[in-house]
């Protein structure tokens, strides 16, 4: 399976997204790449952000609360949908759009661009992370900064270790991950029974993940011209080590 064929993943899983709870850890990484950009002492030439795989919207909308410009793209409409009506109810102005992350442009480039929450582990060939990061690149103003996550083959070995259920009011999610060692790819399975009127409708999808070493993502990123890149162990200022989970990386364009 390639990144382009898990293009849809996400149609069903839009409606249940927020419910769900998978909202949260992009809601964390905004204070925290704010904290990171603080603690570097790095400034975006401008207060612009472009946040890619912005899924239902709401690191873009905790950016725009924080007065900044905001743009966000996501391949997925039934996320953008959602995305947008999140948006509308909090009367807040944001360029949504769709696209991949691979191959999209920009008219005017930004001083920030972020890509939260497993996104580019959804690049199964390191090509592609290659490719993304280059087109990030070029999305930035001189100066500019991305500010990214990923999964470490650690952190996906652990997280296929058992099954995870979790119960909410009116939804049940059933989680199963199995990891591939030799490709570094996790398979998880990800069940939903949503609450209707005739009981529970039951939704079913198949994501899968790569692994990536911070080496790797450090590499990738020099290779796609950003003249200063930054790694640290997530949501911490501390560096990545051999045992790390997920890799938060900040580049600067130069």
């Known amino acids: ?27 964390e990484m905004v204070p925290y790449t704010l904290a990171l950009l603080e603690h570097l002492g790095w400034t ?10 912005c899924g239902t919207g709401t690191a873009a909308l905790e950016f725009f609360q924080r007065g900044w410009q905001v743009a966000g793209l996501d391949r997925s409409e ?9 948006a509308a109810a909090q009367g807040v102005e944001i360029d949504w759009r769709q696209g991949d992350m691979r191959t999209f442009t920009v008219a005017q480039p930004f001083g920030l661009v972020t890509c939260f929450f497993d996104a ?13 990061f280059r087109q990030v690149h070029e999305a930035l103003l001189p100066g500019g900064l ?20 979790e119960i909410f009011p009116r939804l049940v999610t059933f989680m199963r991950e199995r990891y591939d060692a030799e490709n570094r790819l996790a ?8 609450a209707d009127a005739g009981g529970y409708r039951r939704l079913e999808e198949i994501h899968v993940e790569r692994g990536y070493t911070f080496d790797e993502v450090g590499q990738l990123l020099h290779g796609a011209g950003f003249t200063e890149v930054r790694l640290f ?22």
Do not use: W
Request: glycine share 6%; aromatic share 10%.
């Open 44 to 53: 975006p030439p401008a207060r612009t952000v472009l946040d890619l795989a």
């Open 120 to 132: 580019l582990n959804y690049l199964l060939a390191p090509e592609e992370l290659a490719q993304t």
């Open 1 to 27: 399976m390639t990144g382009l064929e898990q293009a849809d993943v996400y149609r069903e899983f839009a409606s249940i997204y927020d419910e769900a709870g998978f909202s949260t850890f992009s809601q």
């Open 146 to 165: 991305f500010v990214c996550d990923v999964n470490t083959p650690q952190g996906l070995e652990a997280g296929a270790a058992g099954e995870a259920v």
């Open 78 to 86: 039934a996320m953008l949908a959602v995305a947008r009506q999140k």
């Open 187 to 194: 398979r998880v399975r990800l069940s939903f029974y949503v």
């Open 233 to 254: 162990d997530c949501f911490t200022f501390d560096p990545p080590v051999g045992t790390s989970h997920r890799v938060a990386a900040v580049a600067r364009r130069g």
